[in-house]
């Protein structure tokens, strides 16, 4: 596996690695939310998704694809470990719309170890496209707002919205190696109560904005303007490519 095929991935300048710095490192997030599309379509296909690093990368840098969380993180962390960063992946419980909680520990995100320790996920959707301090401090990325908060026993993820603290999701520190996710990746590919066997979603970050597939809903959120569509089954592949640079591979034969 080569890093610099994958920094190449994000559009990002090898000659400008930074030295493990702050501030490559918010580069780096920033670059990958812009390039990367979070995506669950080999969950919608039935295509297994197995922890494997160079499974991921095989999928991620040379098939120009994305994935979730453990893939996308998974990845990133190598990546980070590769630059010299110091970090390690980390589990968290993601908060449901409705406030009632998902699976415990199954979301995988990464905490880099710098001054100060950062929250790093690349693997949320739509989420902080910059490293959040676990200080409490409040992180403007450039569309919204995001801070961590502490607690006696874990950490809350939390974004701002309509003047209130929403929370997005709960995590500890303590590391965890990609194998732990094993029961998690196959719930949350394979039961019908995991949210990526329900809907087909493909997301990635615009500058100043968003552009998601949801089923066949078509959003593209771009500098505070808002289009919606619906789009025709048929129109599904041309939609992936266009905006998320997603070819799938035709499994009617194999």
Known sequence: MDPYLYL??????EG???EGSLTFLRHLQYQHMLHIPFENQDVMRHVPIHLDIEKFYEKIVLRNRGGFCYELNGLFHWLLQELGYSSHLISGTVRKPDGSWALDDSHAAILVSLHEPYLV???FGDSVRIPVPLSGEVIDDGVGVYRVKERKEDFLFEVEKNKEWVTLYRFRTEPKNL???TPMCHYNQTSPNSRFTQESIATKALERGRVTLLDNTLKIIENDN???RTIHPTEKCKILKKYFGIELEDLSSS
């Open 179 to 181: 194998s732990d996710f």
């Open 8 to 13: 190449n991935r994000m559009n990002v300048d």
């Open 16 to 18: 400008k690695k930074g």
């Open 121 to 123: 996920d690349v693997g």
């Open 226 to 228: 808002k289009t919606e």
